[in-house]
């Protein structure tokens, strides 16, 4: 890189010249002064008066063309509403995956050179109040996407902080209405945190915390128990039991006492209703619609306190749900129904299928994969506060690393997993699982009315083979509904849009459209109105009439919204031939059997 006061080409040349090294893909900040020029690859670059640049390092093949934006893109971006760029943002990223390390990267740089500095002067110049704490909270979770989790925890104990003053009675201030859910937000990001920096140690194969990093989560953990302290001396309610509980959890100290059982008692549970309708395995009677938890896993679909999840829990139970699905990574999901079961006076009411998930492949040998397989179940355990696992499904992102098969059969062995289930299995290895002596009971895969691949492989395989679906995607994020029926296309640039939606937006495209989507839609509602039911009912009940599917899983936003009754409406009942008939003549015109071919068989999507 060279620095002269004007182009080579034209007039004289100061002798300034700076050579500057640069790792790939970082970049040096570089102020200006009026007329400065900078070659860089044999580009000039004009820096305007009084304005700075950052030059990049390029990556190998990188061409130095694409260090700089085209000004009519600039113009697109400077223009764009904020929720229409974040849509486009989102599209970009699916179709080129491979950017997403840069958008990283660059959120990192800004967050360090602009963020944290100007949230700090915020503070300084305005104080503290709920919106100083949502702007602080965005920064985080801008942290906490990026992979700048630990970092954020300083920033997180000021939030703790001055959440709890904000709550404090001030003869000279008015309580904010937002107070309560603002925390119970703080609540839930701090389980995200403590979920990333968990993930982090998975993926070094670490299972202790380096002492850095366990000072930071040993600090928040402190200053939250001083948060408890604070509300607990004012009569409040403590607004960070799921951060508490996590911090705990990771830390491995022994975990805070609360008072569930009086929650629960105030709710007077009861004995449990029976389903609705079961199917069976391995000799116990289940529900045939599972909870599913992993809207916890994220912020996006919003939290809630601990005491109105505990209450939804213990709806679900009265009426008939008590089997819940989450996972190791579903944040605080098994956390929060542990401890839940744990207070629960009805022993064996609730059924807990979580899963076993490895993302990385696992290139050890035998006894470390059988080390790494027990202390998951051991965590497993630890954090449902049980000594057995009712349902451990095990996702597996690598099929070309065959040690799954060994820890298969390291899971089938341990005495705390009851019963072993698989998650995102194509046939073929569910078909080399079971080769290999290895008993599998259940496989969660995706399965509706417009993703219908698993009638086509594998429902064939668990039908003989005694192997129960589990299905998610039933209601393609909540498009098989009554409320879409004669609506337009969704418009993906409303903040509204779930990602659930984005994405199977997507799969209604590739199956066959929207037209076609709303014929079926006004088929379903011809049907639901026979049996005095919803679209989403009908939907559901398609899936459940094959006999290969034990159950289907619901999303639950558990503390938020309820849709307990509109969930039992599915069970009880099934479809006429005639019901049947009039979707297959829809089902007919779609593009199925392209899907099966596109996107591979169950799973197959997701690698």
Same mark, same amino acid.
């Given at each position: ?274 389903a609705k309708e079961t199917f069976e395995m ?123 098969? *060994?820890? %298969? =059969?390291? !899971? &089938? ?7 072993? @289930?698989?998650? /995102?299995?194509? #046939? ?90 709303? *014929?079926? %839609? =006004?088929? !379903? &509602? ?7 039911? @919803?679209?989403? /009912?009908?939907? #559901? ?12 899983i619901v999303g639950a936003r558990m503390g ?48």
């Amino acid at each position: 890189m060279t620095s002269n006061s004007t182009p080579e080409d034209a007039f004289e040349l100061y002798d300034l010249r700076v050579e500057v090294v640069c790792p790939p893909g970082k970049r040096i900040m570089c102020g200006a002064k009026e007329g400065d020029y900078f070659t860089l690859k044999g580009e000039m670059l004009h820096l305007p008066p009084g304005q700075g640049i950052s030059i990049y390092s390029l990556y190998d093949g990188q061409s130095a063309k694409t260090a700089h934006v085209n000004m009519m893109t600039d113009t697109i971006i400077a223009n764009l509403p904020t929720e229409n760029l974040r849509a486009i943002t989102r599209s970009l990223l699916a179709a080129h995956p491979d950017i997403s390390a840069t958008l990283e990267a660059e959120t990192r740089d800004y967050i360090q050179e602009v963020a944290l500095p100007a949230a700090r002067t915020q503070r300084s110049a305005k104080g503290t109040d709920v919106a100083w704490l949502k702007e602080t909270q965005t920064t985080i979770q801008c942290m906490l996407g990026c992979g700048l989790s630990s970092q954020s925890i300083p920033l997180m104990e000021e939030v703790v902080a001055e959440g709890v003053r904000l709550l404090l009675p001030d003869p000279d201030t008015t309580r904010e209405d937002t107070i309560d859910d603002a925390l119970a937000s703080v609540d839930g990001d701090i389980v995200q945190i403590m979920t990333a920096v968990e993930k982090t140690l998975l993926a070094a194969s670490r299972t202790v915390l380096p002492d850095e990093e366990r000072q930071l989560v040993t600090s928040l953990h402190q200053c939250l128990v001083d948060a408890r302290a604070v509300t607990d001396e004012n009569a409040l309610e403590y607004p960070y039991v799921r951060a508490l509980y996590s911090t705990s959890m990771l830390l491995g100290v022994p975990l805070p006492t609360f008072d569930t059982a009086a929650e629960l008692g105030n709710l007077a549970p009861g004995v449990p209703t029976e389903a609705k309708e079961t199917f069976e395995m391995n000799g116990r009677k289940l529900p045939r619609v599972f909870s599913g938890l992993w809207q916890m896993s994220s912020p996006a679909w919003g939290s809630a306190p601990t005491s109105k999840i505990i209450a939804q829990f213990s709806k679900h139970l009265q009426a008939g749900m008590a089997a819940f699905d989450m996972a190791d990574h579903y944040g605080d999901a098994e956390i929060i129904f542990g401890r839940f079961r744990s207070a629960y006076p009805v022993k064996d009411a609730t059924f807990a299928a979580t899963k076993y998930c490895v993302f990385s492949p696992m290139k050890v040998t035998r006894a470390a994969v059988q080390a790494a397989v027990q202390a998951n179940v051991a965590e497993r355990c630890r954090r449902l506060q049980t000594d057995k696992i009712d349902l451990l499904q095990v996702h597996w992102q690598f099929y070309d690393d065959p040690q799954y098969l *060994e820890a %298969l =059969r390291f !899971l &089938e062995q341990d005495p705390r997993v009851a019963n072993l @289930g698989l998650c /995102n299995f194509d #046939t073929e290895h569910l078909e080399a699982a079971m080769a290999h002596g290895v008993k599998v009971h259940t496989n969660q895969v995706q399965f509706s009315l417009i993703d219908s691949r698993p009638t086509v492989r594998m429902g064939k395989t668990c039908e003989a083979n005694n192997v129960k679906l589990l299905t998610y995607g039933t209601l393609c994020g909540g498009f098989l509904a009554d409320k879409w029926l004669g609506k337009g296309q969704p418009d993906l640039y409303d903040a509204a849009v779930t990602p659930s939606q984005r994405k199977y937006y997507a799969v209604i495209r590739s199956w066959g459209g929207w037209e076609l989507f709303q *014929e079926l %839609l =006004r088929v !379903l &509602e011809a049907v639901a109105s026979r049996h005095g039911v @919803g679209v989403s /009912n009908v939907a #559901t009940r398609w899936v459940l009439d094959f006999p290969y599917v034990g159950a289907v899983i619901v999303g639950a936003r558990m503390g938020i919204s309820d849709h307990t009754d509109e969930n039992l409406a599915s069970l009880g009942w099934s479809l006429e031939e005639r019901d049947r008939d009039a979707i297959e003549e829809v089902l007919k015109k779609s593009r199925r059997l392209e899907m099966f071919e596109a996107m591979g068989d169950c799973g197959g999507e997701y690698r």
